[in-house]
């Protein structure tokens, strides 16, 4: 469960590709998780929060920013949609929504046009090398 949460930390910036169902939602629990312990530890969820805290969080945010718009694009690239499509979260609550709608699809099955498919057996060495 932990190497799903920390693929998209080994593939930081890559853009290029796919991404499962599994290595999105691990990765984004893994990051509330970090996020939530990072809060209450540093007091940044209070309702005087430290400036310390608060900056841990900032930068823990700023970190995996691009992570976390790299797995977005491969999971949206997976579904054989541009990763452009990450711009619909920009309107509010309907974008969100859409985009959680996509993400919780199931991939295009076979190969598309942004590579083979990460859940197909001739892809298990690609999963092994990030393991």
Same mark, same amino acid.
Request: no cysteine.
């Given at each position: 469960?932990?190497? #799903? ?7 930081? +910036? %890559?853009? *290029? /590709? ?6 999105? #939602? ?11 312990? !990072? /809060?209450?530890? =540093? ?6 929060? *430290?400036?310390?805290?608060?900056? !841990? ?7 995996? !920013?691009?992570?976390?718009? +790299? ?6 690239? %997976?579904? %054989?949609?541009?990763? #452009? ?8 609550? @309907?974008?969100? !929504? @859409? ?8 991939? =295009? ?7 083979? *498919? ?10 092994? +090398?990030?393991?």
């Amino acid at each position: 469960m932990m190497e #799903w949460m920390l693929m998209p930390l080994k593939r930081y +910036a %890559d853009f *290029n /590709g796919r991404s499962r169902r599994k290595e999105y #939602w691990m990765f984004l629990l893994g990051y509330i998780v970090v996020y939530v312990v !990072l /809060g209450l530890l =540093t007091g940044g969820f209070g309702t005087d929060p *430290n400036v310390v805290g608060s900056m !841990l969080l900032l930068i823990f945010s700023l970190g995996l !920013l691009i992570p976390s718009l +790299a797995v977005g694009v491969r999971r949206l690239h %997976d579904l %054989d949609k541009s990763g #452009w499509f990450l711009l619909i979260g920009i309107i509010p609550i @309907i974008g969100s !929504l @859409i985009l959680l709608y996509f993400f919780v699809q199931d991939g =295009t099955p076979g190969p598309n046009k942004y590579g083979p *498919n990460p859940k197909g057996p001739d892809n298990e060495a690609l999963q092994d +090398a990030f393991s």
